[in-house]
């Protein structure tokens, strides 16, 4: 038998082509990051202090401590732990953040790319999709940030691909694997156990094996799964008495967090003065609407082919999409968070494209075998052009962030306490040179542990502010008032630092603090000011 070895070579040198091809756009996607966070490092959040400060403690003996030295519960532990791991390594901190957040952005790159070429065979599909990443506007703007989302989305990611294989080849090895993606995936995020729900009904399903395999695979899946979480939770409910730390109740109910979901995804694909003039609900609406017609796209192509419905590669995509905008909507409605933004909703981006470019879009860029050529181009040619300036309106405003996020980030810094500002400020210098002996409280004490390298405490907090208090936030704002007396009682002494470019309403002013103390003034400066703070019945 003869092989054609022209089409051999041929099919080898296309096959590197299909690698190299996101590969050098995911490389692309690190450098343009690393560039953005070069000049003050990546964006400094309340979380980033945190995962800081717990790598720190990690690394001193003391366990997984927040950067107020309380106990760190609120997050799992992987995302410090590979901080702390760095650490040892000789990497700084903020140095092994940003390498997390941009290695982990390229790797998501190239992998859509790699999978829409394994499931389309198109290298132009697999070039969109790499592209569309790049020019994401919620997995760019998280990527800027030392924050566990990069890391969780390429984790999310890379557990909806090898879902596909593990459905293909059911076999232990796959299964342990997938298992240890998911376990690492939950040790990022809490939200990650909605991947729980999703690979037990995917491998129950599975009819290409018989029903006991399937039970029994899914079992081995879920116990190596589910058990680093559960010890870790185990942790914080013998330390804090709370599974995930404390959870207060959220006073945003369902009706605004749709609308809000609606405008933030929208956001991505829509200039915003569309956005403006169309509700969120609206918005919402027909993002479920995409999400349904993608779902019945495949499963009827995949019907056409004689293969089962499982087999459609919309399928993990949809379902995740689901499982997870009920589980943020859920949480958001019920527990105080931030408002849904880019950061919570950006899981949702990547299913959404690679359904796309895996199902739908193969219809527009791809001949049927059987169809004659002149009938495709006439099909092309009607369907394609619209679709066409669809795409390029998303890649267009895609591409104006990022160019304008990466300029922004290079000159101002990408955000929180990697701000310029924060970075001269006079008062973060004056407490670098003159380092204060006792305890510090702040109405920001994450500028002061992050940029002058001293551990602080929010100042109490005033229940003024909030209509209808819960028990949960009196008891919390008596711990404070507590705290904080004893702290100024105690010696060496406490210090109030106060920025005049932070404004937090439901702390207490540092003249109402005065109901609690005495004060006097040890330093003022151009963007705040340093008090001593003394026991009220102490006369000075």
Not at 31 to 47: E, N, P, Q, R, Y
Not at 203 to 212: G, H, V, Y
Not at 374 to 400: C, D, E, T
Not at 485 to 493: F, K, N
Request: net charge positive.
């Amino acid at each position: 038998m003869l092989i054609d070895k022209t089409n051999t070579v041929e099919s080898r040198n296309y096959n590197r082509i299909g690698l190299l091809v996101p590969a050098a756009i995911g490389f692309i996607g690190v450098i343009i990051v690393l560039i953005g966070t070069h000049k003050f490092g990546a964006g400094i959040s309340a979380d980033s202090a945190s995962y800081i400060a717990a790598a720190r403690s990690l690394l001193a003996g003391k366990g997984f401590l927040k950067f107020d030295g309380t106990v760190f519960d609120s997050w799992p532990p992987l995302y410090s732990t590979l901080l702390a791991a760095f650490k040892l390594c000789g990497v700084d901190y903020f140095i092994s953040a940003r390498c997390i957040s941009s290695v982990s952005f390229g790797l998501l790159i190239y992998l859509s790319g790699f999978w829409v070429l394994k499931r389309s065979g198109s290298l132009l599909l697999s070039l969109l999709s790499s592209v569309s990443i790049l020019f994401s506007k919620p997995v760019f703007e998280v990527s800027f940030w030392a924050w566990s989302e990069p890391l969780f989305l390429l984790l999310t990611a890379t557990f909806l691909c090898l879902m596909f294989r593990v459905l293909e080849k059911p076999t232990a090895k796959w299964v342990l694997s997938l298992a240890l993606i998911t376990a690492a995936t939950c040790l990022t995020r809490y939200i990650g156990v909605v991947l729980l729900p999703l690979g037990g009904l995917l491998l129950l399903a599975n009819k290409k094996q018989m029903i006991w395999k399937r039970l029994a695979l899914a079992v081995f899946w879920g116990v190596i799964s589910i058990l680093p979480i559960a010890l870790w939770m185990q942790r914080n409910w013998g330390l804090t008495g709370t599974p995930m730390g404390a959870r207060y109740p959220a006073s945003i109910p369902l009706s605004k967090n749709i609308t809000l979901m609606g405008e933030v995804i929208a956001s991505w694909f829509l200039p915003t003065n569309v956005i403006e003039i169309i509700p969120g609900w609206i918005l919402f609406c027909l993002f479920c609407v995409l999400v349904v017609a993608i779902l019945v796209f495949d499963i009827r192509k995949t019907r056409k082919s004689k293969l089962y419905w499982m087999d459609a590669p919309s399928i993990p995509m949809v379902l995740f999409l689901i499982i997870y905008s009920l589980a943020i909507l859920s949480s958001a409605t019920r527990v105080i968070m931030d408002s849904l933004d880019d950061r919570f909703l950006a899981p949702l981006y990547l299913p959404m494209v690679l359904a796309f470019w895996a199902g739908p879009a193969t219809v527009i860029v791809l001949p049927r075998s059987t169809q004659p050529q002149k009938q495709f181009h006439s099909r092309f040619v009607k369907s394609g052009l619209a679709v066409g300036i669809i795409i390029g309106i998303w890649f267009s405003a895609g591409s104006n962030f990022v160019f304008a996020r990466t300029q922004n980030a290079y000159r101002d810094g990408a955000g929180g306490r990697s701000r310029s500002y924060w970075h001269n400020s006079p008062t973060i210098a004056w407490l670098r040179s003159h380092p204060l002996k006792g305890r510090i409280f702040s109405n920001d004490p994450i500028s002061i542990y992050i940029l002058a390298d001293c551990a602080a405490a929010m100042s109490p907090s005033s229940l003024e502010t909030f209509d209808n208090p819960t028990p949960m936030l009196r008891e919390k704002n008596h711990r404070e008032i507590s705290d904080f007396e004893s702290a100024v009682q105690s010696e060496p002494g406490a210090y109030l630092v106060w920025f005049l470019i932070q404004d937090r309403k439901y702390l207490y002013k540092p003249n109402q603090l005065a109901d609690f103390c005495q004060m006097s003034l040890v330093e003022k400066l151009q963007d705040g000011y340093i008090l001593a703070l003394y026991p009220k019945d102490l006369h000075r």
